[in-house]
């Protein structure tokens, strides 16, 4: 049988030393906030035409497609822009921007097939109509959706860098 090797002593006469500790891993990168934001606006306007055109082919506002943009809105800034007490509330007021867009564009799409003009016409020519169109509607879970849209886009935010 063989006898186990006993370990190597320190090379330095102090029998009592100790392996040097590990090097602590690096921090992770903060990420950059600048990037995050514009990745963030540009998910929120292209949500805000997916959710117009939802909008347009349901004519019903759809909660689930409000917390999707916002979470959408929220993810992607978190993951492009890191870790920043910033951008899950500016996420939160892209994703209201974007969820309110949507809305408008939605029943901007409605006029544009019911009255067969076209959908730049009513959003440069006729706003102030969509804009009264929308506040006639509005309820109380219109307001709900804007919430949730919000509330979602922050928690994606935080989630994207957990």
Not at 6 to 34: E, L, R, S, W
Not at 78 to 97: E, I, R, T
Not at 134 to 159: H, P, Y
Request: proline fraction near 7%; avoid cysteine; aromatic fraction near 8%.
């Amino acid at each position: 049988m063989t006898q186990p090797t006993p370990p190597q002593q320190p090379t330095d006469g102090n029998p009592f030393a100790q392996a040097p500790a590990p090097v602590p891993p690096a921090a992770p990168a903060q990420g950059n906030v600048a990037l995050g934001v514009l990745a963030a606006v540009v998910v929120a306007v292209v949500t805000a035409f997916v959710y117009g055109a939802i909008l347009k082919s349901t004519e019903h506002e759809i909660g689930y497609v409000a917390v999707g943009v916002g979470f959408a809105v929220g993810y992607v800034a978190g993951k492009v822009g890191g870790v920043n007490p910033a951008l899950p509330v500016v996420s939160a007021v892209l994703s209201l921007g974007a969820v309110y867009a949507g809305q408008i564009l939605g029943i901007a799409m409605i006029g544009a097939d019911e009255s067969g003009m076209n959908i730049g016409t009513i959003l440069t020519d006729h706003f102030s109509l969509v804009t009264d169109v929308w506040s006639e509607e509005a309820d109380v879970l219109t307001f709900v959706f804007l919430a949730v849209g919000a509330a979602a886009a922050f928690s994606g935010a935080k989630k994207a860098v957990a």
